[in-house]
C-alpha cells in the first residue's frame, strides 16, 4: 500500500502543520492548516491491514465459502473465540446504532456494513427486518458473516462499480474509516451506492478528545494500521463535501463486559501485574460477564442522508 497526500482530502489546501511521530504509527501525523484534518501524510513502512493485496491472495474457495468449517482454513479463526465472549456486548451496541439509523430511515430495505467483520452488526440489523449486505477483505471474517448472519458478504476492498448505483437504503461503517488509505474516494463510492434519502453512518476513533490532549502520541488512537483521525468537525466538512446532509453526530456509548475491559483496556492502562490480580479475584464470579457502558468520548459517530 501506498499513500502520499499533498493537497487535503477534505479541504484542497496543501499546508500542513507536523504534529507528531508516534512510536507505532506507520508515518509522521500532520495537521491541515486549514480545516484541521489529522492524517498520516505518507506511509513509510507497510504496516496497514487493509490493503488490496490482503483482499487478493483469498483462494477463490474460500472468497465464496459460507461453510463454517473452512474458517480452520483462515488465520482469523484464534480471534474469534474472544470475540464470540464478547458477543452480548456487541449486539447491545449494534442495537444502539439501528435504533437511531430508523429515526431516520425504517426498515425494511438493504443494508450494507462496509467493513462487516465477523458480521455481528449484519446479524442484529437481519433480526430488525434488513436485508443484511457486507464488504469485508479478510476471509474469516466474511466467511463466518456468511454463515452466521446469511448475509451477501464479498470478500475484498470497496471498488468503482462493486456495487450498482443508489442500491441501498443504508450503509454503515464501524472503526473502518480510520484505516483506509483512501478514505475520500471510498466515502465518494458508498455516497453514490446510496439510494436518494438513504442513511449513512460510520463510526471512527475521536481525535479531538481530552484523553488525546492529555496523552499526545502515547494514546491508544495512534497504532501501526490507522491513517485518518477524524474528529466532529472533520467529518462533518468531508459529509458536507461528499455531498451527504449530516442529520446527527454522537459519541456513542460502548456497552463491554468486565472481562474485555481488564482483558484489552487493562492491558494498554495497567500493568501486568495488576490485571493478573484483577483476573484471579474475578474471573468465575457473576462480576466477570457483567456488562456496563463507557463514553470517554473518544469515539465519534456521524449520519448523514443523500439528498432526494
Ligand atoms: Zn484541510
Redesign the pocket.
Known amino acids: 500500500m501506498s499513500r502520499e497526500i499533498n493537497s487535503?482530502?477534505?479541504?484542497?489546501?496543501a499546508a500542513f502543520q507536523p504534529l507528531y511521530y508516534p512510536l507505532r504509527s506507520p508515518g509522521r501525523i500532520v495537521r491541515?492548516?486549514?480545516?484541521?484534518?489529522i492524517f498520516v501524510q505518507s506511509v513509510e513502512n507497510n504496516r496497514s491491514i487493509i490493503d488490496e493485496l490482503s483482499a487478493r491472495q483469498v483462494e477463490d474457495r474460500l472468497r465464496c465459502s459460507r461453510d463454517l468449517d473452512d474458517l480452520a482454513d483462515c488465520w482469523e479463526e484464534t480471534e474469534l473465540t474472544a470475540k464470540l465472549a464478547e458477543a452480548p456486548a456487541l449486539q447491545a451496541n449494534a442495537v444502539d446504532a439501528l435504533e437511531r439509523i430508523a429515526r431516520y430511515c425504517p426498515p425494511p430495505g438493504r443494508l450494507l456494513d462496509f467493513g462487516c467483520g465477523w458480521g455481528f452488526f449484519l446479524d442484529a440489523a437481519k433480526a430488525r427486518g434488513w436485508t443484511p449486505y457486507g464488504l469485508e477483505p479478510l476471509p474469516g471474517h466474511a466467511l463466518y458473516s456468511r454463515a452466521k448472519a446469511g448475509a451477501e458478504v464479498l470478500t475484498d476492498i470497496l471498488r468503482d462499480g462493486t456495487y450498482q448505483d443508489d442500491f441501498f437504503d443504508v450503509i454503515t461503517s464501524f472503526q473502518v474509516f480510520e484505516h483506509l488509505p483512501d478514505p475520500a474516494g471510498d466515502l465518494s463510492r458508498l455516497q453514490k451506492a446510496l439510494k436518494p434519502g438513504g442513511v449513512l453512518l460510520i463510526e471512527v476513533p475521536n481525535i479531538d478528545t481530552w484523553s488525546v490532549s492529555l496523552l499526545g502520541k502515547r494514546h491508544r488512537h495512534f497504532v501501526a494500521d490507522h491513517l485518518n483521525f477524524f474528529s466532529p468537525s472533520?467529518l462533518d466538512?468531508i459529509f458536507r463535501k461528499y455531498d451527504l446532509e449530516v442529520v446527527e453526530i454522537y459519541s456513542p456509548t460502548r456497552k463491554m463486559s468486565v472481562r474485555h475491559f481488564v482483558s484489552t483496556w487493562g492491558g494498554r492502562t495497567m500493568p501486568q501485574g495488576v490485571i493478573n490480580g484483577m483476573t484471579n479475584l474475578l474471573q468465575g464470579t457473576p462480576i466477570w460477564q457483567k456488562q456496563f457502558g463507557l463514553n470517554l468520548g473518544d469515539i465519534v459517530a456521524i449520519i448523514g442522508r443523500k439528498p432526494l
Open positions: 487535503c482530502i477534505i479541504c484542497d489546501n491541515c492548516d486549514h480545516c484541521g484534518f472533520t466538512l
